[in-house]
């Protein structure tokens, strides 16, 4: 129980463009998704919290215009990079909180992106 | 803010032996802490977590780890390591009453096995 997964695992795109990712809870409810960035061997670090029908809250120094999230229901978040740029190449990982067990984050297995 | 120090950023041990590797956390109140391992292609799985309690928490494949409050510590440990725990590993401490929102990671440590 409690899988998330994310597509795509990898994308490659040129500058300039927009790439979603999406992030799914696959037998579970997620009240909340968090979205995080992982430079090579560095830590995670994370992006923001989106709660189901609300506005994703951005931690400081995130545009919330370059990365969009949006959480239309309780097994879907979406990630969007506009407007690409190789400096937004990196691994974004998701984790989802299911609604009775708030003291843990599932998360899921990461997408690649590459902005050539 | 809560931070976390993970000291050693590669780890080598022989299929057998014990291993420990070090958390320290800063947080200014009683921390929720975490250790999650992350194997290539896979997402951070969770090996254990501390609230509060007995200090000594058992987790999932073997692993325990000890909080010691006096030392700001959460040392991840396990008696016999197997080839297929080499991954990377990663210490975090969460922030929010109750909830595991807003963890913080270590820069986590990478673990190799040799046979």
Known sequence: ?116 | AQSVTQPDIHITVSEGASLELRCNYSYGATPYLFWYVQSPGQGLQLLLKYFSGDTLVQGIKGFEAEFKRSQSSFNLRKPSVHWSDAAEYFCAVGAGTGTASKLTFGTGTRLQVTL
């Open chain 1, 1 to 116: 129980g409690a899988v998330v997964s994310q597509h795509p695992s990898w994308v490659i795109c040129k500058s300039g463009t927009s790439v979603k990712i999406e992030c799914r809870s696959l037998d579970f409810q997620a009240t909340t998704m968090f979205w995080y960035r992982q430079f090579p061997k560095q830590s995670l670090m994370l992006m923001a919290t989106s709660n189901e029908g609300s506005k994703a809250t951005y931690e400081q120094g995130v545009e919330k215009d370059k990365f969009l999230i949006n959480h239309a229901s309780l097994t879907l978040s979406t990630l969007t990079v506009t407007s690409a740029h190789p400096e937004d190449s990196s691994f974004y990982i998701c984790s989802a909180i299911a609604g009775g067990q708030a003291d843990t984050q599932y998360f899921g297995p990461g997408t690649r992106l590459t902005v050539l």
